[in-house]
């Protein structure tokens, strides 16, 4: 007989094993293997059946049937063309045709991807891969800016730098960036024994709520820009750190100061209004 539902960690190895699949620390493919995990993420996530959900990496599908199994809609990204094959399938075995005709399977690379079909989505869920988290992350905010909330599971490491709050010691370029498009916070963590393979790392769960980009007239490309700079060298003052992208200290220096910032601070200190700020007079006159 057929299994229903959520995946456990047989029916995980199982189709890994139909699918010849050697889970592979390149793509960061860890596959959650605990189907109460699913459901504590699925519950975090605020995910209705109103929802239409980008998933990126649904890998054998443990989580997007767990978000399934709310009513929602799911648009899954993969890249892995046998696992992006097997998926629609997995759902139909484990939850029936009606449940499979709402889920949308685009094989491709995230990080490639520019449209989705059907509807915008509304939402956010996914256990991102390791090695592209957040990269793929500040993407998904940019090109799809119709979803107002999102969880993520990410590595820990990862997940305190994308909450870090201005002048922490983990706060830098991730936290900075992802200011732009969201409030983050932390919504939980997630042991490494409820994967296969198990990771030798804690993961942690991301919560996002979009919000307004900050009041600037400067683009959101020259405020990465002036953020990529502060913080290549984080431990220079500001007016050393963006020095190469203003044509010389005291140009930076000026700017710096017209946008009400000490020059002598270092970026870890500056939120993302303070970038937006900079970058606002970088590309006027004092710039």
Do not use: C, H
Not at 47 to 68: R, Y
Not at 115 to 143: I, Q
């Amino acid at each position: 007989m057929t299994d229903r539902g959520l995946l456990d960690p047989n029916s995980v190895r199982r189709i890994a094993a139909e699918l010849d699949l050697r889970p592979t620390k390149q793509r960061g493919q860890n596959f959650v293997v605990d189907p109460n995990t699913v459901r504590r993420i699925v519950s975090l996530s605020g995910v209705t059946a109103d929802d239409v959900v980008l998933e990126i990496g649904p890998g054998l599908g443990s989580l997007t049937l767990g978000l399934l199994e709310t009513g929602a809609r799911v648009v899954a990204v993969e890249i892995e063309d046998r696992l992006a094959e097997r998926l629609e399938r997995t759902v139909r075995e484990r939850m029936g045709d009606e449940v499979a005709e709402r889920l949308v399977v685009v094989g491709a690379d995230a990080l490639e991807v520019t449209e989705l079909p059907g509807p915008d989505p509304t939402a956010l869920v996914a256990n991102l891969p390791y090695n592209v988290s957040v990269p793929v992350l500040l993407r998904m905010m940019e090109l799809f800016p119709g979803w107002q909330r999102g969880l993520v599971m990410v590595q820990l490491e990862v997940a305190d730098r994308l909450v870090a709050p201005p002048g922490s010691r983990t706060y830098g370029v991730p936290s900075a960036k992802l200011a732009w498009y969201a409030e983050a916070s932390r919504a939980g963590t997630v042991p490494p024994k409820v994967f296969w393979p198990v990771p030798n790392v804690d993961s942690g769960l991301v919560r996002l709520t979009r919000r307004a980009a900050p009041e600037t007239s400067a683009s959101r490309q020259d405020t990465f820009r002036v953020i990529d700079a502060a913080f290549a060298q984080r431990r220079k003052m500001l007016r050393a750190a963006l020095g190469g992208i203003a044509g010389s200290a005291a140009a930076a220096s000026a700017a710096i100061e017209a946008a009400g910032i000490d020059p002598q601070l270092r970026g870890e200190k500056l939120d993302i209004a303070g970038f937006a700020a900079i970058a606002e007079r970088l590309a006027g006159p004092t710039g």
